[in-house]
């Protein structure tokens, strides 16, 4: 975990996360003008979205990294939002925090997790930060009465914030992903600006990977190559020729696609990449280097000794996929229609399996269908329809078929009260829980209606007006006027209490967790929660905020603030998630002993 000196040193000198045009400009000048060339590699989409620009850029910088050079990744998001803060989930997919509390597209998460690095804010760059740099050099005057126009002013803004990182990371190479695909209106100010990096930096110190796709329709059973044509006619259009291409194919792209892709698109054959089905997103790189991919690179850039050195890296790959024996998890959440809304979530528990020698198999359930039906509450007179209704997945008692409830986070008063008896539902079944900052304030709502007593117990957020607030909006948010950018945002120093799972959990008494959020616990409520049976394992700020949760009597009931799926790693589990799914499959164990006996 990067300590909190490092994450103030990325961010910069004030902190801040503007584009500033004039800034950019001076340390563009200062790059170009510099003996030392910086390497970049560009990666453009086509054809659609969604075809995996984000594992293919990840898994070049992986290679590039395990080969010894010093890389990081960069996000281009051509959308005018400032950042992707405010973005609904289920549209969009995740939102990634770095630990500068930068609100990122969830490729970010990608990159932090193949490479084992901290990224920051500025590593997302968005068309909304690029205008509000250059308008507000406008505003300044320091554009010397020029009229600002997309070409030069835009243009040198994102080239500027490009190199700047390069620059002030020391990277040997930057591996930039420009999302949306070629033709989008949107993306033109972007993909001209990497068109003018190639002609300013040079061939050898840029290089043009595109990922497209090669479809098979089933009425004719052959790899279609038409729609990687038509998208290298585009790129080529405005003035890009793709050095490789990396086309997405459901099985390898046979010999004849790629003759056909070489001779079309007129890029060399070892230089178009069959991106097929992978058994698990951290085998690609294995998949890209088996067919020479970083020799290409190498060759292209001029590195030397460009050959990746493996180390555990084939190991952990194949952990993912070498075991049958399954963990079954539910995820009970308000964007559980969308999996990529809970990306992180789910490659945390695919780090923690995958650790312990098994495999996780996820169900996605929308918290609205536990809104009613039974649960188990003494008053709920559908408890006694039990028998008739265990196969119902409308039901709570559906979730009793699983090893472990996960419960992540969320914002809003829609599928709440399914979370908050999911949650109650776990506890008095004794069945392995995990929530994640809304999942750990609703649990808390949860446990003052039906452990204490409190029948109007609720956060504010979904109830300002309730009689038991026991989760309320922070005082620092009631002075906040924007939607974005404003709640507790990033990495924050957590005290872990001595003699308490957490403290054997994460084997520390401090530790550096990410947050987004903007209600906590109201402490009024802690010593009667206390009383009937919750401990306060982990606390923030000297004690003003609770961020951990437990029940020592319980199987394993464990609640967390922040949201610890961001640290994960492959090979290496964020320590809440490990816990959990090896607590899941102990009591997956026990239920197949119970049965066989």
């Known amino acids: 975990m990067q300590s909190k000196g490092r994450n103030r040193s990325l961010r910069g000198d004030n902190g801040s996360n503007e584009v500033n045009a004039t800034s950019i400009n001076n340390t563009s000048s200062a790059v170009k003008n510099s003996s030392i060339k910086r390497k970049f590699i560009f990666i453009t989409g086509g054809v659609m979205s969604g075809l995996g620009k984000g594992v293919v850029t990840s898994s070049t910088a992986k290679l590039l990294q395990l080969a010894g050079f010093r890389v990081s990744c960069v996000k281009i998001d051509p959308y005018v939002n400032y950042d992707a803060g405010t973005m609904n989930p289920i549209a969009h997919g995740e939102v990634f925090v770095t630990d500068d509390g930068g609100e990122c597209d969830m490729d970010v998460g990608n990159y932090e997790r193949f490479l084992d690095l901290a990224l920051t804010r500025e590593h997302s760059l968005t068309t909304g930060r690029v205008y509000s740099g250059v308008i507000q050099a406008e505003r300044e005057g320091r554009y010397l009465g020029q009229c600002v126009q997309i070409i030069p002013h835009v243009t040198d803004a994102i080239k500027g914030q490009l190199r700047k990182i390069a620059a002030k990371e020391e990277l040997d190479v930057t591996v930039v992903e420009c999302g949306g695909t070629v033709g989008d209106i949107e993306s033109l100010p972007f993909l001209e600006a990497l068109r003018q990096m190639e002609l300013e930096d040079g061939e050898s110190n840029t290089l043009f990977i595109h990922v497209t796709l090669a479809p098979v ?6 790899q279609k190559t038409k729609p990687t044509q038509h998208s290298v006619q585009e790129l080529r259009r405005i003035g890009i020729q793709p050095d490789i291409l990396a086309i997405r194919c459901k099985t390898p792209l046979t010999a004849e696609a790629r003759h056909k892709i070489s001779l079309f698109a007129s890029v060399n054959e070892d230089c178009v990449i069959s991106c097929h089905d992978a058994p698990s997103v951290y085998t690609v790189p294995e998949v890209l280097a088996s067919q020479g991919m970083i020799k290409v690179i190498g060759k292209k850039l001029l590195l030397r000794k460009c050959s ?28 559980a229609t969308l999996p990529d809304s809970y990306v992180s979530v789910y490659h945390a528990l695919s780090h923690a399996a995958a650790h312990i020698g098994k495999k996780v198999d996820i169900e996605w359930i929308e918290s609205e269908k536990f809104e009613n039906g039974p649960s188990n509450h003494p008053n709920d007179k559908g408890r006694n329809n039990i028998k008739n209704m265990n196969n119902n997945t409308n039901n709570l008692f559906y979730l009793k078929g699983f090893d472990g409830i996960l419960i992540p986070g969320g914002f809003g008063k829609r599928g709440s009260e399914g979370i908050i008896r999911a949650a109650n539902f776990a506890r008095v079944q004794n069945i392995p829980y995990l929530g994640i900052c809304f999942g750990f304030q609703l649990a808390i709502v949860g446990f003052g209606r039906y452990a204490c007593g409190l029948e109007e117990a609720n956060s504010t957020e979904l109830d300002p007006g309730t009689k038991d607030p026991v989760v309320e909006f922070m005082p620092e948010q009631k002075t906040a006027h924007d939607a974005g950018g404003s709640m507790r945002l990033g990495s924050h120093e957590i005290t872990i209490h001595s ?99």
């Open 217 to 222: 329709l089933d009425v004719v059973g052959e």
């Open 308 to 335: 990746p050195k493996w180390g555990e890296w084939r190991s952990i790959a194949k952990s993912f996929y070498a075991s049958t024996c399954l963990v079954k998890i539910a995820v009970v959440g308000k964007y």
């Open 499 to 597: 003699n308490t799972n957490a403290e054997r959990i994460y084997k520390t008494g401090t530790i550096y967790r990410r947050h987004r959020h903007r209600y906590e616990f109201n402490q009024n409520y802690r010593e009667l929660l206390e009383k009937r049976g919750i401990v306060f394992s982990g606390h923030s700020d000297n004690g003003q905020r609770m961020e951990i949760l437990e029940i020592p009597e319980h199987k394993f009931y464990y609640a967390v603030q922040y949201h610890s799926e961001f640290n994960s790693r492959p090979g290496n589990p964020e320590q809440a998630f490990d816990a959990f799914v090896r607590a899941s499959a102990a009591s997956s164990t026990a239920a197949a002993g119970i049965i066989r006996s």
